[in-house]
T-cell receptor
Framework: GAGVSQSPSNKVTEKGKDVELRCDPI?????LYWYRQRLGQGLEFLIY????????KSGLPSDRFSAERTGESVSTLTIQRTQQEDSAVYLC???????????FGPGTRLLVL | GQQLNQSPQSMFIQEGEDVSMNCTSS?????WLWYKQEPGEGPVLLIA?????ELTSNGRLTAQFGITRKDSFLNISASIPSDVGIYFC??????????????FGKGTLLTVNP
């Protein structure tokens, strides 16, 4: 497809379990971003990749959150030992370059019971 | 951290009416963006503003980048039912900060009554 894709679209998990969220950016986009959107809120920046490197992890809420990117393509956001407050929509975006327009995927809706 | 104040939080209007929403910031941004988000989807870029004072239109949408670079507004003229959604402002590239990170407002929920 031409756009950013994310999987799964929905995830329900139990408190304490680990989850992995996947993002496939637009082909050729070197920059990739993860954002979190809590109910009724705007998007919060989590982490930014330039290529496979993450120069800015400042938005990650805790050390339970981590992300990686391989092949300058797919990225995975991992949340360990999930908590109920982790319930949110996790959105991925990609852009051609760092200051270019960011295109968003449809998001993964995470519910931690 | 940076914060954007977006208002109103929600609007319920009749089809055909004009709509106005705005964002203000305590910081100067280099770029202002307006996104629309529909249920189950990610935000889609509507308009990007790059210069202070810039007024840009995209169909029935018009947005302006404030002279102080700390505010922006979005107008929608002659609203139609498919305008329904959440509209977000976002600032990019603030003084002393990064040029890639987007700072979002909390959104304006627009409902259009046919």
């Amino acid at each position: 497809g031409a756009g950013v894709s994310q999987s799964p679209s929905n995830k329900v998990t139990e408190k304490g379990k680990d989850v992995e969220l996947r993002c496939d950016p637009i082909s050729g986009h070197t920059a990739l971003y993860w954002y979190r959107q809590r109910l009724g809120q705007g998007l919060e920046f989590l982490i930014y990749f330039q290529g496979n490197s993450a120069p800015d992890k400042s938005g990650l809420p805790s050390d339970r959150f981590s992300a990686e990117r391989t092949g300058e393509s797919v990225s995975t956001l991992t949340i360990q030992r999930t908590q109920q407050e982790d319930s949110a929509v996790y959105l991925c975006a990609s852009s051609l370059g760092t200051e270019e327009t960011q295109y968003f995927g449809p998001g993964t809706r995470l519910l931690v019971l | 951290g940076q914060q954007l104040n977006q208002s109103p939080q929600s609007m319920f209007i009749q089809e055909g009416e004009d709509v106005s929403m705005n964002c203000t910031s305590s910081s100067i941004f280099n770029t202002w963006l307006w996104y629309k988000q529909e249920p189950g989807e990610g935000p889609v870029l509507l308009i990007a503003l790059y210069k202070a004072g810039e007024l840009t239109s995209n169909g029935r949408l018009t947005a302006q980048f404030g002279i102080t670079r700390k505010d922006s507004f979005l107008n929608i003229s002659a609203s139609i039912p498919s305008d329904v959604g959440i509209y977000f402002c976002a600032g990019q590239g603030y003084s002393g900060g990064s040029n890639y990170k987007l700072t979002f407002g909390k959104g304006t929920l627009l409902t259009v009554n046919p």
